[in-house]
């Protein structure tokens, strides 16, 4: 009888237990799953999940306000995914929000964090689609830096060569290294140069210093011509008035040369009595007749002097010329 009785309590309370554990483990799973609240659904669309999965958290601003209720794969690369968002969180989002797939913790379960939005939008509603913004995985950064590290082996092989090269005085990098009289050279060179810069430099502070005294000297000619501008209006003048004679000396010369051409090529006298020789003998001929003709004309002038019919003439003529000259004497 007493064993039918404590049988009898162990079974009640057995009952009760997994009634009591069932009843919690219904209300967890229910408020996990927000079966017990009010609830709206949105959706986003993803190129790459990483491994995200139904059930996962949604969150807002680190906060969790919902469920992944739905993975669709709508093409080979765009994959929807529906969440499940509490009611009561409606007013704090916009429609302008970005949904990223990150990671719970370091090693822990994906979850679809929701970001605001910049600028102002409005409230989101049930059934909308939000913009998403994918990070870079772990695939991805691992793919990067297997990349980067054959990039960096390829480049620590070429250094590699080019240090051996150096170092066996191969190129002109190496002789530079190794060559100590081409460094002695190029060290006395830049010394050199060096010393050319501050010479060039004095050189030119003092033209500045010239330029300067040119500027506000005008006792000098240079000085005078720089400061004073009717010296230049002058000195201009002047150089306008030498063009213009230049260029009328120009005229003029090829005016001579115009006229030359003409005599050098036309017909006139001056040409035919250049070039024409018969004419020269002629004009020569008639020369020496008329040289004759006076000669002898002059001959018969004295003749006529002594004869007695015209002596008279000539003695009158000598008269009056020796009273004429004594007149001026006296």
């Known amino acids: 009888m007493k064993n039918t009785n404590s049988q009898t309590i162990r079974l009640g309370l057995f009952v009760i237990i997994s009634t009591i554990v ?99 939008d409005y409230v989101i509603s049930n059934g909308d689609i939000i913009a998403t913004y994918s990070k870079i995985g772990a695939d991805d950064i691992l793919s990067t830096l297997s990349v980067s590290s054959e990039n960096a082996a390829i480049l620590t092989s070429d250094l590699l060569k080019i240090t051996r090269a150096m170092i066996e005085g191969k190129g002109t990098l190496a002789v530079l290294l190794n060559d100590t009289i081409m460094a002695k050279d190029l060290r006395y060179a830049v010394t050199n140069l060096k010393a050319a810069s501050k010479d060039a430099s004095n050189t030119i502070g003092e033209i500045n210093q010239i330029v300067s005294s040119l500027k506000t000297n005008d006792d000098t000619v ?13 000195i201009k003048s002047v150089v306008s008035n030498l063009e213009t004679s230049s260029q009328e000396i120009e005229n003029i010369l090829l005016n001579i040369n115009t006229v030359v051409d003409d005599f050098n090529s036309s017909q006139g006298a001056y040409n035919y009595v250049v070039k024409d020789t018969s004419l020269v003998n002629s004009l020569k001929s008639a020369l020496i007749n008329i040289n004759e003709g006076t000669d002898k004309f002059n001959q018969n002038m004295e003749a006529l002097k002594y004869n007695f019919l015209t002596r008279g003439y000539f003695r009158k003529l000598e008269r009056e010329q020796k009273n004429e000259a004594r007149k001026n004497n006296d």
């Open 22 to 120: 069932f009843v919690v483990a219904i209300y967890l799973i229910g408020q996990k799953q927000n079966m017990f609240k009010k609830t709206f659904t949105i959706g986003a669309y993803f190129q790459n999940v990483n491994g995200l999965q139904k059930g996962n958290n949604v969150r807002y601003s680190g906060i969790n306000i919902g469920i992944v209720s739905d993975i669709n794969m709508v093409n080979d690369s765009t994959i929807k995914v529906d969440m499940t968002i509490e009611e009561k969180i409606t007013s704090h989002i916009k429609k302008n929000a970005i949904a990223t797939i990150g990671s719970d913790g370091l090693v822990g379960n994906m979850i679809v964090n929701i970001l605001p939005g910049n600028g102002i």
């Open 222 to 234: 240079l000085g005078m011509l720089l400061n004073d501008s009717i010296s230049g209006e002058k």
